[in-house]
Nanobody, 128 residues
Framework: VQLQASGGGLVQAGGSLRLSCTASARNFSRLTMGWFRQAPGKEREFVATISWSGRTTYYADSVKGRFTISRHNTENTAFLQMSSLRPEDTALYYC??????????????????????WGQGTQVTVSS
C-alpha cells in the first residue's frame, strides 16, 4: 500500500486547509486511516483517525472542534479538513493506514506503532 499526502501549504492564522491522502490499495475500505504530525524538534504526534467504515473518529484534544477527518472509500482517499489554524499547528503532516484490526479504540488509534503504512508527509505552515 502506498499513501500519497497532499494539500499542505502556507496559511495565515485563522485560515483553513484540506489535506488529502490517496491510497494505492484495492482494500482501502478495510483500512483505518490516520493523520499524524511532527514539528521540528518534536516527536510525531497523533492528530486524527477514522475507522474503515467512517462511523468512528478520534481526535487529539488540541485539534478537536477545529479539524475534521473524513474518507471516500470509492475514491481511495482520506481527508483532513483543518480550520481555525494556529501557528502551533505548523508541522509536517503524515497520513497513515492501519490494516483492519479486531477492534479499534482510542489507544490503538493514537499509537503510531499500530500503523502499517505511511505516506511521505505534506508541510503545513501557519503564520501569525
Amino acid at each position: 500500500v502506498q499513501l500519497q499526502a497532499s494539500g499542505g501549504g502556507l496559511v495565515q492564522a485563522g485560515g483553513s486547509l484540506r489535506l488529502s491522502c490517496t491510497a494505492s490499495a484495492r482494500n482501502f475500505s478495510r483500512l483505518t486511516m490516520g493523520w499524524f504530525r511532527q514539528a521540528p524538534g518534536k516527536e510525531r504526534e497523533f492528530v486524527a483517525t477514522i475507522s474503515w467504515s467512517g462511523r468512528t473518529t478520534y481526535y487529539a484534544d488540541s485539534v478537536k472542534g477545529r479539524f475534521t477527518i473524513s474518507r471516500h472509500n470509492t475514491e481511495n482517499t482520506a481527508f483532513l479538513q483543518m480550520s481555525s489554524l494556529r501557528p502551533e499547528d505548523t508541522a509536517l503532516y503524515y497520513c497513515a493506514a492501519q490494516r483492519l484490526r479486531e477492534y479499534l479504540n482510542r489507544v490503538i488509534a493514537g499509537d503510531p506503532n499500530e500503523y502499517d503504512y505511511w505516506g511521505q508527509g505534506t508541510q503545513v505552515t501557519v503564520s501569525s
